[in-house]
């Protein structure tokens, strides 16, 4: 596992924007990637960056909801990742959580493949 620790969220009007940023204590982490939690619902996959395994490229997934919207970013060392959020709507408004795996994962967007988590920071959107 590594520790990581992700940047402080905010609150920001609908059509707003934020960016959030999450540094990992160690790099090369093959699999990283941004889930969100809203009050009385589950986690969920927003987007994550996952090393190919067979090749020097890597591949970016996206929650449908977000497509478009959010973009994810990767410093070369691969210990830190950003997350661009733009037209943010209230329906994104949740607790952020920054993951990694040190492999690459099969299902990017699926919680349960990851085994290091950030302490997670609150994004609200008001509208």
């Known amino acids: 596992q590594v520790q990581l620790v992700e940047s402080a969220g905010g609150s920001v009007q609908a059509g707003g924007w934020l960016r959030l940023s999450c540094v990992a204590a160690r790099g090369s982490n093959k699999s990283m990637g941004w889930f969100r939690q809203a009050p009385g619902k589950v986690r969920e996959g927003v987007v994550a960056i996952v090393d190919d395994r067979y090749s020097d490229s890597s591949s970016t997934w996206y929650a449908v909801s977000v497509k478009g919207r959010f973009t994810l970013s990767q410093d070369n060392a691969k210990t830190t990742v950003y997350l661009q959020m733009n037209s943010l709507t209230p329906e994104d408004t949740a607790m952020y959580y920054c993951?990694?795996?040190?492999?690459?994962?099969?299902?990017?967007?699926?919680?349960?493949?990851?085994?290091?988590w950030g302490q997670g920071t609150q994004v609200t959107v008001s509208s």
């Open positions: 993951a990694a795996n040190a492999q690459s994962v099969g299902q990017p967007l699926q919680s349960s493949n990851y085994g290091s």
